[in-house]
């Protein structure tokens, strides 16, 4: 079967200066507390797209950095370098202004480059919280734009008013639809191509939806070059400064007929090396990330040695049940990799012993080696992430345990495994029914779990194995 495609969805970029409310508005129109918003200027640093829908028209909606008159480090060029491409690629314009301030020379020079797109505008007057500020909007005409829309993102006043005249400068959902279909065939003829002489190749079913691969780890590991290598673009801004990354941003990525959903994280640094107050958010961030996602790629430089703070993002996917693959970045700088790759798992496999269960492979942003070996292993992956266990056929095992090695016993007290179930996915838990669980050993629980992976695998799948109490009933005599 082959996946479904997406629909091609207009695109609205949302551009202006920094601190303007452009956040405040993504968040208002798609409904969600997704962008990250704060008082200190430059928090957005990437384009943030989300889908969005109003009366009938659904679209794609993209939050940009601020624009600025003269860029003086690297991080706000390349911002600048996003926000010009989500404006080239945009089929509408919401250009937001601070109503509560002068027209700034900033303003003119933005409103003068969209007057030269050509493009359709829509100028948004934002932070007009009260009548009294809502005279200002009739300032913005000078800047030959049109009607401004006079708005309170942060209090929802006149964003409806907004949405009504956006919507008006986007294509029919008819003709949106007639793009899809297009789109669609052109994709199944792609995709044949791409598959030919390869057997046993099958896409996911519509209902499955993308797989959410969120790409974790400390900051300055590769995260946000891998994605740029995969899209062969700079898709995410990638400086050497730790910490450029500060939002969690979701791609939607298609290889071999299927669909997955990118989520490029802020790296993850200790608690006392968070300094900044929006840090604290771009770590919340993170962490929600690794909750949602269906697997996670835990990136590590191959050049250093397994930090705590590795094992620490580790044991958080552990202790979430999200199913991890383990990535070792930068392979290229390393000379002798056979000796390399051997040092690096001798060493996961003293440190944490408890995910030997995971996959891991060495990749190279730079040469782009092995970057699409990584999708063969989310496929797997994702796979066990899913699988459940018939309680027949899992009883079964348990019987086998049993026969091959009795629970333990303590002063007398006998352990007996009465049956077991298969409680959920992601997280995988299994709940063992027993008479006492205070008879049962961690040593005996890593056994089972051991038995249940050889059984049916889990590839990088952590298992949890609850114990519950339950005596049984005796039969009554006839």
Request: proline share 4%; hydrophobic share 40%.
């Amino acid at each position: 079967m082959k996946a479904r495609r997406k629909k091609r969805l207009p695109l609205v970029a949302i551009v202006g200066r920094p601190n303007v409310g452009k956040s405040t508005l993504f968040n208002r129109i798609i409904g969600k507390q997704r962008a990250i918003v704060h008082d200190i200027e430059g928090i957005t640093r990437d384009r943030f797209v989300n889908d969005a829908s109003w009366n009938g028209h659904d679209f794609r909606l993209v939050d940009t950095g601020g624009l600025v008159e003269n860029p003086i480090d690297e991080i706000t060029r390349k911002m600048q370098e996003q926000v010009f491409q989500a404006m080239e690629e945009a089929r509408v314009i919401l250009f937001v202004v601070d109503g509560q301030q002068e027209i700034t020379r900033a303003d003119s020079q933005v409103g003068e480059m969209l007057q030269k797109s050509g493009k359709p505008v829509v100028l948004v007057v934002n932070k007009l919280d009260n009548h009294q500020l809502a005279m200002n909007q009739y300032e913005y005409y000078r800047l030959g734009l049109g009607e401004p829309f006079p708005i309170s993102a942060s209090h929802n006043l006149g964003v409806e008013t907004l949405l009504d005249t956006l919507v008006t400068h986007l294509p029919p959902p008819a003709l949106v639809a007639e793009e899809e279909c297009e789109s669609e065939e052109g994709a199944e003829e792609d995709d044949g191509e791409e598959l030919e002489g390869e057997e046993g190749e099958t896409s996911q079913s519509e209902e499955e939806g993308p797989i959410k691969v969120a790409i974790i780890g400390r900051p300055n590991v590769g995260k946000s070059s891998f994605i740029n290598a995969l899209l062969n673009e700079e898709r995410t801004i990638v400086t050497d400064i730790p910490g450029t990354t500060r939002d969690a941003i979701d791609i939607d990525f298609h290889w071999r007929g299927k669909e997955y959903l990118l989520i490029d994280t802020a790296g993850l640094r200790k608690k006392a090396g968070i300094r900044e107050h929006a840090e604290h958010f771009s770590v919340a961030r993170s962490l929600r990330a690794i909750r949602r996602a269906d697997v996670c790629l835990v990136m590590m430089e191959a050049t250093e040695g397994m930090s705590e703070q590795d094992k620490r993002i580790i044991g958080y996917a552990l202790e979430q049940g999200t199913a991890f693959i383990l990535v070792w970045s930068k392979w290229d700088l390393i000379e002798n990799k056979e000796k390399r790759f051997k040092a690096l798992e001798d060493e996961l496999d003293l440190k944490m012993p408890q995910v030997l269960h995971a996959p891991r492979i060495t990749i190279s942003n730079i040469t782009r080696k092995r970057l699409f070996s990584v999708f063969e292993i989310i496929d797997r992956v994702a796979k066990a992430a899913r699988t459940r266990v018939g309680t027949s056929e899992l009883n079964r095992l348990v019987d086998d345990i049993k026969a091959r090695h009795n629970p333990p016993s303590q002063k007398g007290k006998h352990a007996k495994i009465l049956y077991a179930t298969q409680a959920s996915v992601q997280p995988t838990v299994f709940v063992i029914f027993v008479n006492q669980k205070r008879l049962f050993h961690f040593s005996y629980m890593r056994f089972i779990e051991n038995q249940i992976r050889e059984r049916w695998g889990f590839e990088g799948v952590p298992l949890r194995l609850e114990l519950r109490e339950e005596k049984r009933r005796e039969r009554k005599k006839s």
